[in-house]
């Protein structure tokens, strides 16, 4: 089994579109999670950080942590073109290591 | 946030030479640094992490003689890959480590496309 679990998608969306994008983790001894958006052939950009449980908002972007199912979610609200990317959670335990998902990619159509 | 900028963004080299990238945090200084590759359609994989002043901590399976890490200050660290081939074609992303009060965020270079043909 995999430490962090992300569906690969790609999820296809039409614009303004609320996109809710998942990622599963077994290890309880993660604490802080993010989120990067990454275009092609371009490196990861960070979005949202959180590292406690409950729900971060950020303009369209909210990113909700529930530690007790070991799930992280990243909603955004009014999707644009401009959102296409592959989103990648990532999480670490405090030590810095970040461990990544697969990513998932989105396309969000006009 | 902090900015990292990583170096060239794009190589071509011939297969059996040596290839230099060079990872540079512009507006902090990073006491560690991280090198991953990155296969199209694929998540990013950990190669090793870069403390300065000391020996690299390279991942099960990465062959520390082929992926060599320096990272002798503050504000630098270069991978070279040394001898390569076709197979080490791949794209190569470099990250560092900021506290930022209370846990520590990584910030990641744009990433350096190598093609060994």
């Known amino acids: 089994q995999k430490e962090v679990e992300q569906d690969p998608g790609p999820l296809s969306v039409p614009e303004g579109a609320i996109v809710s994008l998942n990622c599963t983790y077994s290890n309880s001894a993660f604490q802080y999670f993010m989120w990067y958006r990454q275009y092609s052939r371009k490196g990861p950009e960070l979005l949202m950080y959180?590292?406690?449980?409950g729900n971060k908002e950020d303009g369209r972007f909210t990113a909700q942590v529930d530690k007790s199912s070991k799930y992280i979610s990243l909603f955004i609200r009014d999707s644009q073109p401009s959102d296409s990317a592959t989103y990648l959670c990532?999480?670490?335990?405090?030590?810095?290591?970040?461990?990544f998902g697969t990513g998932t990619r989105l396309l969000v159509s006009p | 946030g902090a900015v990292v900028s990583q170096h060239p963004s794009r190589v071509i080299c011939k297969s059996g030479t040596s290839v230099k990238i060079e990872c540079r945090s512009l507006?902090?200084?990073?006491?560690?640094m991280f090198w991953y590759r990155q296969f199209p359609k694929k998540s990013l994989m950990l190669m090793a992490t870069s403390n300065e002043g000391s020996k690299a901590t390279y991942e099960q399976g990465v062959e520390k003689d082929k992926f060599l890490i320096n990272h002798a200050s503050l504000t630098l660290s270069t991978l070279t890959v040394t001898s390569a081939h076709p197979e080490d074609s791949s794209f190569y992303i470099c990250s560092a480590s900021v506290w930022t009060g209370g846990t520590t965020e990584a910030f990641f270079g744009q990433g350096t496309r190598l093609t060994v043909v």
């Open positions: 990532a999480m670490h335990t405090g030590f810095q290591k970040l461990v």
């Open positions: 959180t590292y406690s449980s």
């Open positions: 507006d902090f200084q990073a006491t560690t």
